[in-house]
């Protein structure tokens, strides 16, 4: 409400600037449309005077050249007078027809009627004067000047000077006149400017008392998401805690004695969750009345407040409520959660506390965390759930590959046994056709073995159960052994494979057979790359601060493979590869234990590959390695 008055007084201050701005304006277009009009007027007052002031010079003239006329004796002299007696008279005609056409204004009429009659009479008198001196009668000329002509000219005279006077007048009543409405235009002016200041200075400062008002608000605001942020961001802390930290938070930002966390299923009585503080007065929490009413949904807003202000339409039950609860303040929120139960956030205080907007805002924020906490707890539950199950499937798994592997191996090894001493029999007979339908079901079976072997070794990662045999063995001896063995394999490959030492390798702690393993795996999967033609194995011995490391480096020349391919080498995807050649359910395996293997034994193995040219694999050993502890995932 507050906001909605400071903005409609700032609409009307706006509004009152720009009224005074327009009025400013009409006055100033006032005061030069009245400056122009008293401009008109005083030109036409001064041509008013130029032209009487023409009449007086030429009446002058006029008398000048009738009083040289009866003067001079010269017959041409006396006609040079006359033109121009005749010249100032034809001015003297023009400038009064000019003045009675155009510049005679009320002020000057009554000197005009006046003067009419006088300059009519001189007119007569100076035609007379003329007659006689034209006859040469120039004393009775002399005579008429003087008795009669040179009165009558000293009143013309003496009207024409009254018409000038009054025409001055007149000029400087409408100067004073235009001044004095200029300095009221001009005091009425600076009066609106000083008032359009006064009121944008009243704008100006409720606008900066409310952006102070606005910036303390966000700071305080601030302050209290960085106090809940914090409160429940502090490591080790349970979901509880969390919550209870709120509740206190809450209690302490709106000033209220007690909050609540309730729950409430669909028409079932509402329960406690949680309270803060914990010794918190019974009344409220053992009132289900109030608390069936809280969880009750509200049609009308989202958040219930309560106090002494406050007209909710069910105020009298929420008052008979609180009453019994001891409580006259209380404000409450539903919280947006994803289970199907209905939680409410309630806060309240026995004195009344004042609940404003910012109030509303605060507990809206408060709601939003612990419906994040509830949601977050529903999702750990059910992902605890689902981890049991998968833990209890995996386990039931990894036991029933363990059991089925070993029930496999025995059958497979006499099966095995038996394609053996059926081969030598028939080497016996000379049978070559079923010779070579025996040798491709004895390499079958081996394939078969290893397979399973592998699986083996698969169940025994994951479930933490394969054993590192670590003794001394001489390293050099362990490579020629693992070269002897891979002879005949590689020779019936068409293979070349050869064996580099680089320095003395020495004596090392470690499971021999792990190594051969891992070797074996490589070297398998090198010689089933497109277009292989030589497998190398380098070996070297580096020494360190925390002990010797040896290196083992399986080289091909073959076409190499792919970064994806590369990226996904160690992991059982069963992905088809990019050139369209599905790799082996058995070279993934392989591959996968190898990885396993290598870290279990103290270890790693990098691989990098160029295109069209090499792989190279790098075996990483520690030379005095402890067994590792601990279930590794074989598909990790």
Not at 13 to 41: D, E, H, K, P, R
Not at 190 to 195: D, K, M
Not at 574 to 580: A, I, K, L, M, V
Request: aromatic letters at 6%.
């Amino acid at each position: 409400m507050h906001s909605a008055r400071t903005r409609s007084s700032i609409g009307l201050g706006f509004f009152a600037i720009a009224a005074l701005f327009f009025a400013i304006v009409a006055i100033w277009l006032s005061t030069v449309s009245n400056t122009n009009t008293y401009l008109q007027q005083l030109n036409q007052g001064e041509s008013q005077r130029q032209l009487v002031f023409a009449m007086r010079d030429a009446a002058h003239q006029r008398n000048l050249a009738l009083f040289r006329m009866v003067a001079l004796q010269d017959v041409f002299a006396r006609d040079s007078e006359y033109l121009r007696f005749k010249e100032s008279a034809g001015h003297f005609i023009a400038a009064r027809q000019q003045l009675l056409e155009h510049y005679l204004t009320e002020d000057t009429v009554e000197h005009w009627h006046r003067l009419k009659p006088l300059i009519q009479h001189s007119e007569t008198l100076q035609n007379a004067i003329v007659e006689l001196i034209m006859e040469d009668n120039n004393a009775a000329a002399l005579a008429v000047i003087e008795q009669e002509f040179i009165p009558t000219q000293r009143d013309v005279s003496q009207q024409l000077t009254n018409m000038l006077g009054s025409a001055r007048e007149d000029i400087v009543a409408k100067l004073n006149s235009a001044r004095d409405a200029t300095q009221t235009h001009y005091h009425i002016i600076l009066l609106l400017i000083l008032l359009a200041t006064s009121i944008g200075y009243l704008i100006a400062k409720t606008v900066l008392r409310r952006n102070d008002e606005a910036h303390n608000v966000l700071l305080r605001k601030n302050r209290q998401i960085s106090a809940i942020n914090t409160a429940i961001s502090k490591p080790h802390t349970s979901l509880e805690e969390q919550v209870n930290i709120i509740l206190r938070l809450g209690c302490e930002l709106l000033s209220m004695d007690g909050g609540l966390l309730l729950e409430a299923h669909l028409n079932t009585p509402a329960t406690v969750l949680d309270r803060y503080p914990k010794d918190l007065p019974p009344p409220i929490v053992n009132n289900q009345k109030l608390l069936n009413y809280l969880v009750k949904p509200s049609e009308k807003s989202a958040i219930l407040v309560f106090d002494s202000t406050s007209s909710d339409c069910n105020s009298d039950l929420l008052s008979q409520a609180l009453q019994e609860s001891e409580n006259t303040s209380l404000i409450a929120t539903p919280l947006n959660t994803s289970k199907s139960t209905h939680h409410v956030v309630v806060f309240t205080r026995s004195k009344n506390v004042p609940l404003n907007t910012e109030s509303t805002e605060l507990l809206q924020l408060l709601g939003n965390k612990l419906a994040v906490l509830l949601d977050q707890q529903e999702t750990l539950e059910r992902l605890q759930d689902a981890k049991l199950a998968a833990e209890t499937a995996n386990k039931t798994k990894t036991a029933f590959l363990a059991n089925i592997t070993h029930e496999l191996r025995t059958p497979l090894h006499r099966i095995i046994h038996h394609i053996e001493s059926l081969y030598e029999k028939l080497a016996e007979q000379q049978q070559p056709e079923c010779i070579a339908d025996v040798n491709k079901i004895q390499e079958s079976s081996q394939q078969l073995c290893a397979l399973i072997s592998n699986l083996l070794d698969v169940t025994q990662l994951e479930s933490g159960n394969m054993v590192m045999n670590h003794q001394q063995l001489d390293i050099e001896a362990l490579l020629r052994d693992t070269q002897n063995d891979l002879n005949p394999q590689v020779t019936q490959s068409n293979l070349q494979f050869d064996t580099y030492i680089l320095n003395e390798l020495g004596n090392m702690h470690c499971d021999a057979d792990r190594i051969r393993q891992v070797i074996h795996n490589l070297l398998s999967f090198c010689g089933k790359l497109p277009q292989p033609s030589k497998i190398s194995l380098t070996a070297w011995r580096e020494p360190s601060p925390e002990g010797d490391w040896l290196y083992l480096e399986v080289k091909d020349t073959a076409n190499g493979i792919s970064k994806k391919q590369l990226n996904q080498l160690f992991k059982l995807n069963f992905t088809d590869s990019p050139e369209g050649d599905k790799k082996s359910i058995h070279q993934e395996i392989r591959l996968a234990i190898t990885k396993k293997v290598c870290e279990l034994l103290g270890g790693d193995i990098l691989a990098e590959s160029h295109p069209h040219q090499s792989t190279i694999f790098t075996i990483c050993l520690p030379c005095h390695a402890q067994p590792h502890s601990g279930v590794v995932s074989a598909t990790a």
